[in-house]
C-alpha cells in the first residue's frame, strides 16, 4: 500500500480542484458519494467534512496574504463542501473569509457558522451578531452560536430572537476545552439546541464519555473541532507507516485517518479541521469519501495510537 505523508499526499491536485481529487481516487468517487449528515432538528442534509478557521484564517489585508487561504475557500466549495465555521474573536478571520466568499461569488452557497464571542451585555452580541452579517453580506446567518460557553443566559435569547425573526436559521452553543465539559452537560440538559460545537479527536476522547450520547438522546447536531488536537496527533504519529488495514476503510494518509474516526462516531454531524493550506484541504475532504471504520476498528485504532506513547 502506499502511505503518503500529510504534505505528499495530493501535493500535484493543490491547485486543480475537485476534477483531480475525483480522478485521484476515481473508483472511490463513482460508488460511494461524498458522506453527508442530517442536522436532527431539521432534517437538513450537509456535507461531514467542513472547514474551520481559528488561527488559520487569521491573515493580513494584501492580495499575497490571502491568497493561500482564497484558493482553500475556492476549492472547499469546488470540493462540494459546504459548512464553513468561524468566530468574531478569530483575529481577522471573519472579515477575510466573507471578503474572499464574496469576491468568488459563494457566500449564499456556503453554510456560515459564527458565533457570538464577548464578555460584554446582550447588545454587545447584538452589535456582534449585526457585524457578522455584514461582513460576509448575508442577511441571514445559518448557526449562530455562544462561543465557549461564555454569557449563556445572556446571548442565547439573542440568536433565538434571530431565528424567531428569520435572519439566523439554527442555535448552538460551543466549547474546545475538556474543563468546561461539565458545564457544557448543564447547558445540554437544560436548553434547547440545533447545535452543540466541542472538541474530539483519536487523542482526546473525554467528549465519548457523556457528551455525544447525550447530544443523541436530544437530538443535537454535533460539530467538532480540533480533530487533530491542535496538531498533536500528528507529532504523535511522526516517522510511524499507516497501518497496512487502514485500507480497509479508504484510508490513504495520516489526516484521513484521524478525520474518518471522527467521523465514523454516530453522534457527529460534521467535522471541522480548520487549516490555511490548499493540500490540507484536499486531503481533509477526501476523508469523506469512502468507508468508515465500523466500531470494531474504531477501537482497533485507538489501541493502536495509545500504544504510540
Not at 490571502?66 to 476549492?75: C, N, S
Not at 469546488?78 to 483575529?91: N, S
Not at 490540507?280 to 495510537?305: Q, W
Amino acid at each position: 500500500m502506499l502511505t503518503l505523508s500529510r504534505r505528499d499526499a495530493l501535493k500535484a491536485a493543490a491547485g486543480a480542484g475537485a476534477a483531480l481529487l475525483l480522478h485521484r481516487t476515481p473508483a472511490l468517487a463513482q460508488s460511494r458519494p461524498f458522506l453527508t449528515r442530517a442536522i436532527p432538528s431539521s432534517g437538513e442534509v450537509i456535507p461531514a467534512v467542513g472547514l474551520g478557521s481559528a488561527r488559520t484564517f487569521n491573515v493580513g489585508a494584501s492580495r499575497s496574504e490571502r491568497a493561500a487561504v482564497k484558493d482553500v475557500l475556492r476549492l472547499f466549495s469546488e470540493l462540494g463542501g459546504t459548512f464553513f465555521d468561524t468566530a468574531p474573536t478569530y483575529g481577522t478571520s471573519e472579515g477575510v473569509a466573507g471578503a474572499l466568499v464574496q469576491e468568488l461569488g459563494i457566500q449564499d452557497e456556503l453554510f456560515f457558522a459564527t458565533k457570538i464571542s464577548t464578555r460584554g451585555g446582550a447588545s454587545a452580541g447584538v452589535r456582534q451578531q449585526e457585524a457578522s452579517m455584514r461582513s460576509w453580506g448575508r442577511a441571514v446567518i445559518d448557526l449562530n452560536q455562544v462561543h465557549n460557553l461564555r454569557g449563556v443566559e445572556t446571548h442565547l435569547p439573542t440568536i433565538r430572537r434571530a431565528k424567531e425573526e428569520g435572519r439566523t436559521r439554527y442555535v448552538g452553543v460551543t466549547t474546545s476545552s475538556i474543563r468546561q465539559y461539565e458545564y457544557l452537560e448543564q447547558v445540554m440538559r437544560a436548553e434547547d439546541l440545533d447545535f452543540v460545537q466541542l472538541n474530539y479527536s483519536l487523542g482526546e476522547r473525554q467528549a465519548a464519555e457523556r457528551l455525544l450520547q447525550l447530544a443523541q438522546d436530544r437530538g443535537f447536531a454535533v460539530i467538532v473541532n480540533e480533530p487533530y488536537n491542535v496538531g498533536r496527533l500528528f507529532r504523535a504519529v511522526r516517522g510511524q507507516e499507516l497501518p497496512v488495514w487502514a485500507a480497509d476503510f479508504d484510508c490513504e494518509t495520516w489526516g484521513q485517518f484521524f478525520l474518518k474516526y471522527v467521523l465514523a462516531h454516530p453522534a457527529v454531524t460534521v467535522v471541522i479541521p480548520a487549516t490555511s493550506d490548499p493540500e490540507h484541504l484536499i486531503d481533509n475532504m477526501a476523508a469523506g469519501l469512502g468507508r468508515l471504520p465500523d466500531e470494531g476498528t474504531r477501537r482497533r485504532m485507538e489501541r493502536f495510537f495509545d500504544g504510540l506513547s
